[in-house]
């Protein structure tokens, strides 16, 4: 009877032995499958990555040479502008820049007084009014602004004989538009989420790609650090605010309006490397000639004025 009895314990433990031997062998199968697949999912991963990374790499490439196609890391249309003028009055900046852009496009000399033919005498036959005790000039982006620094006649004003006015890029614009050229006017006032000065600064430098010329207002000012030539740009008290106030009237009302102390305009010549990251930003100045300024300090120079720009193209 003990033998009977061990004989069926020896007979249910190989058939257990045989269930686990079965059950670990199709289990490892099971793991060794799913292993197998996991690797070959992260295979097909990796290759689908390294795939899509080189598509992105390659239109990054094509792109980049679009945009060194289109538009080169250097430009220089200096030798075009046959006619690069210095202003012949005091205040005249802005008038002799606008008249060296009309000698590139009419492809002849165009001088400040051409300009002033073209005016009517309307826009800048103003003298200052003194109202409620305060002087009151006009808004620049209307008028030109005659700089007066005491109540003189027409005749006997100071700075009559030799010197302009003051102007922002609306009513030089308009000169512009009077001779049938095209234009866009861009200002702080048009940057957005979408639209930032970076985009701006692309902007113009793409349209002397496209032969259009650019004119902007400026601080004169320059840090000494960055100046390239022997007629430096040099300003007391650069880093002071430097604001000349006055009021003009609109609406009958009278507004306060400020003026930066020693700012100027200038055109676009040229840049290096690049439109969208331009180290350096060249530029006529109608006081101090050619200038080639570091992109930060010439920002720094063009924020000043609120990144007011004109492109222009006939």
């Known amino acids: 009877m003990r033998y009977k009895n061990n004989k069926i314990i020896i007979l249910i433990i190989f058939i257990v032995w045989i269930f686990i031997y079965t059950f670990a062998n199709a289990w490892e199968e099971v793991n060794h499958s799913n292993k197998s697949s996991f690797i070959k999912t992260k295979i097909e991963y990796l290759k689908k990555k390294i795939k899509l990374e080189k598509i992105i790499k390659l239109h990054k490439?094509?792109?980049?040479?679009?945009n060194k196609k289109n538009y080169p890391e250097?430009?220089?249309?200096?030798n075009k502008m046959k006619y690069k003028s210095i202003q012949k009055?005091?205040?005249?900046?802005?008038?002799?820049a606008t008249a060296d852009i009309i000698s590139y496009f009419e492809n002849k000399k165009v001088n400040e007084d051409f300009i002033e033919k073209?005016?009517?005498?309307?826009?800048?036959?103003?003298?200052?009014?003194?109202?409620?005790?305060?002087r009151?000039?006009?808004d620049p982006n209307s008028w030109y602004v005659w700089y007066i620094w005491k109540e003189p006649s027409w005749e006997?004003?100071?700075?009559y004989n030799y010197t302009w006015y003051w102007?922002?890029?609306?009513?030089?614009?308009?000169?512009f538009k009077k001779l049938n050229y095209k234009t866009k006017v861009i200002t702080k006032n048009n940057y957005s989420k979408n639209y930032t000065k970076q985009k701006h600064l692309t902007q113009i430098l793409q349209s002397l790609n496209a032969w259009s010329l650019v004119q902007l207002w400026w601080d004169y000012c320059t840090k000494s650090e960055y100046e390239d030539t022997s007629k430096k740009n040099n300003c007391k008290y650069i880093d002071y605010e430097r604001k000349l106030t006055w009021y003009y009237k609109k609406d009958k009302k009278l507004l306060k309006y400020e003026w930066l102390i020693w700012e100027h305009a200038f055109y676009l010549l040229w840049y290096k490397w690049g439109v969208n990251n331009p180290t350096h930003i060249i530029v006529w100045d109608t006081k101090t000639w050619k200038h080639t300024y570091p992109t930060k300090e010439w920002m720094r120079k063009w924020d000043r004025m609120q990144n007011r720009s004109i492109i222009i193209k006939k």
């Open 61 to 66: 490439y094509k792109k980049l040479e679009s």
């Open 74 to 78: 250097m430009l220089d249309i200096s």
């Open 89 to 96: 009055k005091s205040l005249s900046c802005e008038l002799s």
């Open 118 to 134: 073209v005016l009517e005498k309307s826009y800048y036959n103003k003298l200052p009014e003194t109202i409620r005790w305060v």
């Open 136 to 138: 009151v000039w006009w």
């Open 156 to 159: 006997d004003a100071e700075q």
């Open 167 to 175: 102007v922002l890029e609306k009513p030089i614009n308009e000169i």
